[in-house]
């Protein structure tokens, strides 16, 4: 168990539909980062937050956007939910951001299934 | 150019033998860490092990270690004594001093054969 939770493990929406994920940090990690993983993709860094600011931002679409809230949860809201937005997301948290240790830790995931 | 390159898509490995899973990297920085984590088909993320760029040792956790070749660019975990549950897919990741974010590669999926 990483210490990452990350809420709901899985979701099934119909396209159109607007879905948030959401994330709790390890204790003590001011870093949260955003991940999608699809088949024909791997792993994409989509956002990073620390403490409560946008520090870097990836291949995160127009249609998701994300937020750090004082308490350090983040949430990943998806809209206009597309068939190709089916995956696997993942937050992960760190200590720092922009230290070179800086390891992350991963969350269990949300699958979501997009139909 | 691709920051992070893994050329075994998929590797397969005796148990109670060796493997190495090779991984490329790609960075003008000279401050950096390499990561690798494991992937089990349940899907989680697990940390395996770091090695700081400037590290002069090979960093080592349990049946892990990392050999890392900084002229070469390369940083090759290498599993000791393959257990069955060593199945997974294995992701190699790099973060540079500069900018916040981590680079993974494309994963090679490792199978152990009892």
């Known amino acids: 168990d990483s210490g990452v939770t990350q809420t709901p493990k899985h979701l099934i929406t119909a396209t159109g539909q607007r879905v948030t994920l959401r994330c709790s940090p390890r204790?003590?990690?001011?870093?949260v980062y955003w991940y999608q993983q699809s088949l024909d993709q791997g792993l994409q860094f989509l956002i990073q937050?620390?403490?409560?600011?946008?520090?870097a931002k990836g291949n995160i679409l127009e249609r998701f956007s994300a937020q750090q809230f004082p308490d350090l949860h983040s949430e990943l809201n998806l809209s206009s939910l597309e068939l190709g937005d089916s995956a696997l997301y993942f937050c992960?948290?760190?200590?720092?951001?922009?230290?070179?240790?800086?390891?992350?830790?991963f969350g269990p995931g949300t699958r979501l299934t997009v139909l | 150019a691709q920051k992070i390159t893994q050329t075994q898509p998929g590797m397969f490995v005796q148990e109670k033998e060796a493997v190495t899973l090779d991984c490329t990297y790609d960075t003008s920085d000279q401050s950096y860490g390499l990561f690798w984590y494991k992937q089990p088909s349940s899907g989680e993320m697990i940390f395996l092990i770091y090695?700081?760029?400037?590290?002069?040792q090979n960093a080592t956790e349990g049946r892990y270690s990392l050999n890392f070749q900084k002229a070469r660019k390369s940083a090759n975990l290498v599993i000791s004594a393959s257990q069955l549950g060593d199945s997974a897919m294995y992701f190699c990741a790099m973060r540079e001093s500069t900018g916040n974010q981590f680079y993974f590669g494309t994963g090679t999926s490792l199978t152990v054969i009892p």
């Open positions: 204790s003590g990690d001011l870093s």
């Open positions: 992960a948290s760190s200590v720092a951001a922009g230290h070179q240790r800086g390891t992350q830790y």
């Open positions: 937050y620390y403490n409560g600011e946008e520090r």
């Open positions: 090695q700081g760029s400037y590290d002069e």
